[in-house]
């Protein structure tokens, strides 16, 4: 299994930009979710889905899309990149039932991300 | 929301040394993980922990969810080990069925080990 896989690794874009943070997984997790990391503030949740064609906002959801249209990937979709949205994005998945380790959450490589 | 809070903030130590990083937490948590994150940004599962203890290796952890908190111990410290650390909590979601619940992280403790 690959885990869970970000692309790209890095991206620059200016001000006003869109463009689309993939995140796949081949585990057949249930949950999937985006997180963002910034200095000194740990990872916030901006959106997490808990299966197909269902999707929920976490603690920062503004200027920020995801939708689910198949179990294996989730991407992110900034509409109009702005400064503030600089940050190394995180994406996660688990298996997501009711089982003892079925919470355990497994984090892709991240994306570094400069908008200038 | 549930409040995280980890501590020490910083944490620097001699190879060798023993040292235990603390995660409090606000509220009753059905998730409980801890992670590494390597100099190169890669998070790294450690525990996932929301009761009782485990242990891999030179690492081990406890987590007392009646007294919302937990511990990472790790011995014998080795310069790898440095990095920060993350204390995540989840509650379960009410509104589905399963066990999904969404990370709320703590901000981290950056350990420096030194040869």
């Known amino acids: 299994n690959a885990g869970v896989t970000q692309t790209p690794k890095f991206q620059v874009l200016k001000t006003g930009q869109s463009m689309t943070l993939q995140c796949a997984q081949d585990?057949?997790?249930?949950?999937m979710s985006w997180y963002r990391q910034d200095p000194g503030m740990g990872l916030r949740l901006i959106h997490y889905?808990?299966?197909?064609?269902?999707?929920d906002q976490g603690e920062v959801p503004n200027g920020y899309n995801v939708s689910r249209s198949t179990t294996e990937d989730f991407p992110l979709r900034l509409l109009s990149a702005a400064p503030s949205q600089t940050s190394v994005y995180f994406c996660?998945?688990?298996?997501?039932?009711?089982?003892?380790?079925?919470?355990?959450?497994?984090f892709g490589p991240g994306t570094r991300l400069t908008v200038l | 929301g549930i409040q995280v809070e980890q501590s020490p903030p910083d944490l620097i130590l001699q190879e060798g040394a023993n040292s235990t990083l603390r995660c409090n937490f606000s509220d009753s948590v059905n998730n409980l993980q801890w992670f590494h994150q390597n100099p190169w940004g890669q998070l790294i599962n450690l525990f996932y922990?929301?009761?009782g203890t485990k242990q891999n290796g030179r690492l081990s952890a406890t987590t007392v969810a009646t007294e919302r908190y937990s511990l990472l111990y790790i011995s014998s410290s080795q310069t790898t080990d440095s990095g920060v650390y993350f204390c995540?909590?989840?509650?379960?979601?009410?509104?589905?069925?399963?066990?999904?619940?969404?990370?709320?992280f703590g901000k981290g403790i950056t350990l420096s080990v030194r040869p």
């Open positions: 889905s808990v299966g197909a064609g269902i999707t």
């Open positions: 996660a998945s688990s298996l997501g039932l009711a089982g003892p380790k079925d919470n355990e959450q497994f």
């Open positions: 995540a909590v989840g509650v379960h979601n009410r509104f589905y069925t399963g066990a999904n619940s969404k990370l709320t």
């Open positions: 585990m057949n997790h249930e949950y």
């Open positions: 922990i929301p009761s």
